[in-house]
């Protein structure tokens, strides 16, 4: 694939090159999941 | 797990469809207000899920035709103005008493309540039930979009897979035309630029 041949290139001139990797995606996946627990918790410790 | 990902994800776009189309009935949609409440703190949840087990089909949607990415940008755009004037057009309007008796919530059978605007106010069911219709609309909207991308991801990295290589290339770079005839997925070598 192109973008992996000169993923420097592409990280330069795309700025949305971050949505080709799925490293990406999953640490949206563990952000938000975190995010979504923590205010989970948070509001059973506070009922 | 990418299809109980999926199967959430419209789980939880059909509720959201359910309220927002509810919200334009002539009943009374005083339900919606708690689910709406419930299915907008959850959607971070299952959208999270998606976005975790999902990520090689959410990696093709950069590899979607230039026209399309343009409509999803433009429609990306279009909603959040769409949501932030109907943002600035709730602080115009009475806001909705506190739901009673529930989780967080006052005792029932007060005359003066809080809104959600943290101001006291005069209990009236018909502004009440005006205040819930929008609010449930404006809430149940991000899950609407979220839901929206992961399913549309789902779907179309199936299709992509069968029809020629997912590769990164960017926007309206040569898609569908010399690699159209590729039969092999994912072919990380050997490929003429």
Redesign the interface.
């Given at each position: 694939?192109?973008?992996?041949?000169y993923p420097r290139y592409?990280a330069m001139?795309?700025p949305?090159?971050w949505?080709?990797?799925?490293?990406y995606?999953?640490l949206?996946?563990?952000?938000?999941?975190g995010?979504?627990?923590t205010?989970?918790g948070l509001?059973l410790i506070v009922? | 797990m990418r299809h109980v990902a999926a199967g959430l994800a419209v789980a939880w776009l059909a509720g959201a469809a359910v309220i927002e189309v509810g919200s334009y009935l002539p009943v009374d949609s005083e339900w919606s207000l708690l689910p709406t409440a419930t299915l907008f703190?959850?959607s971070?949840?299952v959208?999270?899920?998606?976005?975790?087990?999902?990520?090689?089909e959410?990696?093709v949607?950069?590899?979607w035709p230039a026209s399309t990415l343009r409509w999803l940008r433009g429609l990306g755009a279009a909603w959040l103005i769409y949501t932030a004037i109907w943002f600035v057009v709730l602080f115009t309007i009475p806001g909705v008493p506190t739901h009673c008796g529930t989780?967080?919530s006052p005792e029932c059978g007060h005359t003066y309540v809080f809104n959600n605007h943290g101001a006291l106010t005069v209990t009236d069911r018909a502004g009440f039930i005006a205040g819930v219709r929008i609010l449930v609309r404006v809430f149940a909207s991000p899950t609407v979009a979220a839901m929206s991308i992961i399913l549309a991801a789902y779907w179309v990295k199936g299709r992509l897979v069968r029809r020629d290589?997912p590769?990164?290339?960017?926007p309206g770079?040569r898609l569908g035309s010399d690699r159209s005839s590729s039969t092999e997925p994912y072919p990380?070598s050997g490929?003429s630029?």
């Open positions: 694939m192109n973008s992996e041949r592409y001139t795309d949305f090159h949505s080709t990797s799925k490293v995606w999953r949206t996946g563990v952000v938000f999941g995010l979504a627990f205010f989970a509001i009922r | 703190g959850s971070f949840l959208a999270a899920f998606g976005a975790f087990f999902m990520a090689p959410l990696t949607i950069r590899t989780l967080g290589t590769s990164a290339v960017g770079d990380l490929q630029d």
